[in-house]
Structures are given as structure tokens and as C-alpha cells.
């Protein structure tokens, strides 16, 4: 137990103290210069009516449905291919996981040169072919859907990395059965392949999961959360709540209604990777 205290203490200054602090927080109405007011759970109450807050959830899930499901569906893909054996494979590989090295905010900035109405290239390589202008993140109906697709050029190589692992790491007798027995390669995809590195998928998609749901930087650095708030995502809200209106008791509270959304997601992940594990 001696030698346990001081990993103990650690823990407790940065874990536990912060999330204790963060809830006497949100119990009071604490705002900068103001004084601080003991309040009970009048923040809790104010954020289940509060319809930017409301909307901000559900602009999360959007984003996070897409952000996962899509690089998910193309990783798998992905590693379908760099499986199989041809010639360059390894540098084409290498070539592939190359946007993943990159940071977000410098991401974030060649992408919004990228999407800039007049002089994007992506603007351009669209009048090639006939098609008119996007406003891709400046227009309301688009914003969300042009965030996601810097994601899934961004983080699909990651699940592609970890499904590759998975395939890398398949027994090949049922494979050798399959064939013995006439099955077509869709069949054995089906039958093997697919089951057997679903465990793999999931972890990917936990990975996923949580990186989508605390999204922050590209979205500051393109959007800030516009147009208006077509883009705010829950954590956009809590940012704009904590450092621009200085409502700090309102934001913690913001915090852990979060936690308790990432939780109940997490929850459910473990889950699903719990019925998809396989000996």
C-alpha cells in the first residue's frame, strides 16, 4: 500500500480532484467577474430546454455516425486490398497511411483552402466536368458532411491499419476447407473473413467513436461552429460557453452531462465488441 500512495495521489490530483472541481462547478452559477452562487441543479435544468444545446447534441451524433461509419466502411476496404499481394504493395501502403501523420489544425488549413468558394481546387476540379460551385462549408445544408469528409481522408488509414492487423492475424485452415468445398470468394468473405475480423472492426469503430465525439480542432479552425450554428458540436458549445460568454459553472455542467453521452456510448461499444469476440 506505501509504495501504491504515490501513484494514488497522482491519480487523485489529475483525475479525480478535476472532475470533483468541475462538478462543485456546475452546482453553482460561476461566471468571471461575477459572484459565484450556489444554484443546485438549476444548469442541469436550463440545459434540457436549452434548444442550442439541444441541437448541438444531435449535430454530434450526426457527425459521429458519418465519421465512423464512413472511414469504417473504407478502411475495411482498404485493408481487403493492401491484403492481397501485388507489386508495390508496401510503398502504396506506406503512401496510403500518410495523411494520418499529419496534425489536425494543419489539416484543418490546407482543407480550407481546399473548400474556399472562389478559389478552392476542389471548386475547380468540379467545373472540369460540368458541375457548378459548392459553397461545401459555408453553406448550412453542407457543412457537416464537407467536415466529414476531412475525416475520413484523415482517419481512414487508421482503421485500416488495425483491420489489416486483423486479417494479418486469421487462421488460414478454414480457408483451405472453403476452397476444398468450391466456395466463391464473396462466400468465404462472408462466412470467414467478415466474422472473423468483425472483433477488429469494432475496435476501430471504438476508436473511432471517441475521436469523432471529442472532434474539436478542425471544426474551430474551419467553422468555429458556423454557419451560425449549423456546425456547433457539443464540444464547440462548451468552448463558446466557457471562453466566450464566461459562463464557467454553465460549461461544467455542459462537461458532465458529456461524459454521461460518452459513457452510455462507450457502454454500448463494449458491448457490441464483447458479442463479436471470438477464440
Given at each position: 500500500?506505501?509504495?501504491?500512495?504515490?501513484?494514488?495521489?497522482?491519480?487523485?490530483?489529475?483525475?479525480?480532484?478535476?472532475?470533483v472541481?468541475?462538478?462543485?462547478?456546475?452546482?453553482?452559477?460561476?461566471?468571471?467577474?461575477?459572484?459565484?452562487?450556489?444554484?443546485?441543479?438549476?444548469?442541469?435544468?436550463a440545459?434540457?430546454?436549452?434548444?442550442?444545446?439541444?441541437?448541438?447534441?444531435?449535430?454530434?451524433?450526426?457527425?459521429?455516425?458519418?465519421?465512423?461509419?464512413?472511414?469504417?466502411?473504407?478502411?475495411?476496404?482498404?485493408?481487403?486490398?493492401?491484403?492481397?499481394?501485388?507489386?508495390?504493395?508496401?510503398?502504396?501502403?506506406g503512401?496510403?497511411?500518410?495523411?494520418?501523420?499529419?496534425?489536425?489544425?494543419?489539416?484543418?488549413?490546407?482543407?480550407?483552402?481546399?473548400?474556399?468558394?472562389?478559389?478552392?481546387?476542389?471548386?475547380y476540379?468540379?467545373?472540369?466536368?460540368?458541375?457548378?460551385?459548392?459553397?461545401?462549408?459555408?453553406?448550412?445544408?453542407?457543412?457537416?458532411?464537407?467536415?466529414?469528409?476531412i475525416?475520413?481522408?484523415h482517419?481512414?488509414?487508421?482503421?485500416?491499419?488495425?483491420?489489416?492487423?486483423?486479417l494479418?492475424?486469421?487462421?488460414?485452415?478454414?480457408?483451405?476447407?472453403?476452397?476444398?468445398?468450391?466456395?466463391?470468394?464473396?462466400?468465404m468473405?462472408?462466412?470467414?473473413?467478415?466474422?472473423?475480423?468483425?472483433p477488429?472492426?469494432?475496435?476501430?469503430?471504438?476508436?473511432?467513436?471517441?475521436?469523432?465525439?471529442?472532434?474539436?480542432?478542425?471544426?474551430?479552425v474551419?467553422?468555429?461552429?458556423?454557419?451560425?450554428?449549423?456546425?456547433?458540436?457539443?464540444?464547440?458549445?462548451?468552448?463558446?460557453?466557457?471562453?466566450?460568454?464566461?459562463?464557467?459553472?454553465?460549461?461544467?455542467?455542459?462537461?458532465v452531462?458529456?461524459?454521461?453521452?460518452?459513457?452510455?456510448l462507450?457502454?454500448?461499444?463494449?458491448?457490441?465488441?464483447?458479442?463479436?469476440?471470438?477464440?
Amino acid at each position: 500500500m506505501v509504495f501504491a500512495l504515490p501513484a494514488l495521489l497522482v491519480i487523485a490530483a489529475v483525475i479525480v480532484f478535476p472532475w470533483v472541481f468541475t462538478i462543485y462547478m456546475s452546482l453553482h452559477d460561476w461566471q468571471v467577474g461575477k459572484p459565484t452562487t450556489f444554484i443546485g441543479l438549476d444548469n442541469y435544468l436550463a440545459l434540457a430546454t436549452d434548444a442550442r444545446f439541444l441541437g448541438s447534441i444531435l449535430r454530434t451524433l450526426y457527425y459521429t455516425v458519418l465519421a465512423v461509419g464512413l472511414p469504417v466502411v473504407f478502411g475495411t476496404l482498404a485493408a481487403l486490398i493492401f491484403h492481397e499481394r501485388f507489386p508495390l504493395r508496401g510503398f502504396l501502403r506506406g503512401v496510403f497511411i500518410m495523411p494520418m501523420m499529419a496534425t489536425p489544425v494543419a489539416v484543418a488549413l490546407v482543407w480550407t483552402m481546399m473548400y474556399h468558394p472562389q478559389l478552392g481546387v476542389l471548386n475547380y476540379l468540379l467545373s472540369l466536368v460540368g458541375i457548378p460551385p459548392q459553397n461545401w462549408v459555408y453553406d448550412q445544408a453542407t457543412v457537416i458532411p464537407s467536415l466529414v469528409v476531412i475525416e475520413v481522408w484523415h482517419w481512414t488509414p487508421l482503421v485500416m491499419l488495425i483491420v489489416l492487423g486483423g486479417l494479418a492475424a486469421l487462421p488460414i485452415e478454414p480457408y483451405d476447407s472453403a476452397r476444398i468445398d468450391g466456395a466463391s470468394a464473396w462466400q468465404m468473405f462472408r462466412y470467414i473473413t467478415f466474422p472473423l475480423v468483425a472483433p477488429f472492426i469494432v475496435v476501430a469503430m471504438i476508436i473511432r467513436t471517441i475521436d469523432a465525439l471529442k472532434a474539436f480542432d478542425t471544426i474551430f479552425v474551419i467553422t468555429q461552429g458556423g454557419p451560425g450554428t449549423s456546425s456547433e458540436t457539443i464540444n464547440i458549445f462548451l468552448y463558446l460557453q466557457a471562453f466566450a460568454f464566461y459562463k464557467i459553472g454553465y460549461a461544467s455542467a455542459t462537461v458532465v452531462v458529456f461524459f454521461v453521452l460518452i459513457c452510455l456510448l462507450s457502454l454500448a461499444l463494449l458491448h457490441v465488441r464483447q458479442r463479436a469476440k471470438w477464440t
